[in-house]
T-cell receptor, first 113, second 109 residues
Framework: DTGVSQNPRHKITKRGQNVTFRCDPISEHNRLYWYRQTLGQGPEFLTYFQNEAQLEKSRLLSDRFSAERPKGSFSTLEIQRTEQGDSAMYLC???????????FGDGTRLSIL | AQRVTQPEKLLSVFKGAPVELKCNYSYSGSPELFWYVQYSRQRLQLLLRHISRESIKGFTADLNKGETSFHLKKPFAQEEDSAMYYCALTGQGAQKLVFGQGTRLTINP
């Protein structure tokens, strides 16, 4: 088990472009979470899935953000028309259905030029 | 509202000295509290959770509901303890973690 895997590790793009990140959770983990972390802050919750169902979204998740987990396995997070303020580390975590803590990936660092 | 406060952004102690990282929380109910740690160039990982009442790497944390605190303590700091530490909570029936801003702990030789 290699843990939660996120790709790419680093994404540099121009303002206004669309970007997509991928997260592969630990095998058989039903729950998958996305967080965002900006410099000097702790991670902030964005959204979470239980299997393929998106059960909660933060108000931080504007209309430009969309997340999917179509088959209940990997998940993608897309940001459309990126803005400077989107520059951050995007973290993915997963956990099983039972009362177990979340395991985090290495994150995808997004830099907006 | 759920909130976690870590009042110290930076904490520096000498090797062998006791260390205490402070965490206060705000939650109307019975939260579950965690400490996560991030060592240099590594991913965020769970250090301990209050319901386990374990001691991990010599660290302990006691949930004080009266003071709404969950301070992390270690009697004798080691150089390998240098890392970023985050306190976090999750509420009853909730899944998301609410994190504090983190404390960067540096252990001086």
């Amino acid at each position: 088990d290699t843990g939660v895997s996120q790709n790419p590790r680093h994404k540099i793009t121009k303002r206004g472009q669309n970007v997509t990140f991928r997260c592969d959770p630990i095998s058989e983990h039903n729950r998958l979470y996305w967080y965002r972390q900006t410099l000097g802050q702790g991670p902030e919750f964005l959204t979470y899935f239980q299997n393929e169902a998106q059960l909660e979204k933060s108000r931080l998740l504007s209309d430009r953000f969309s997340a999917e987990r179509p088959k209940g396995s990997f998940s993608t997070l897309e940001i459309q028309r990126t803005e400077q303020g989107d520059s951050a580390m995007y973290l993915c975590a997963s956990s099983p259905l039972t009362d177990r803590p979340q395991h985090f990936g290495d994150g995808t660092r997004l830099s907006i030029l | 509202a759920q909130r976690v406060t870590q009042p110290e952004k930076l904490l520096s102690v000498f090797k062998g000295a006791p260390v205490e990282l402070k965490c206060n929380y705000s939650y109307s109910g019975s939260p579950e509290l965690f400490w996560y740690v991030q060592y240099s160039r590594q991913r965020l990982q769970l250090l301990l959770r209050h319901i386990s009442r374990e001691s991990i790497k010599g660290f302990t944390a006691d949930l004080n509901k009266g003071e709404t605190s969950f301070h992390l303590k270690k009697p004798f700091a080691q150089e390998e303890d240098s890392a970023m530490y985050y306190c976090a909570l999750t509420g009853q029936g909730a899944q998301k973690l609410v994190f504090g801003q983190g404390t960067r702990l540096t252990i001086n030789p």
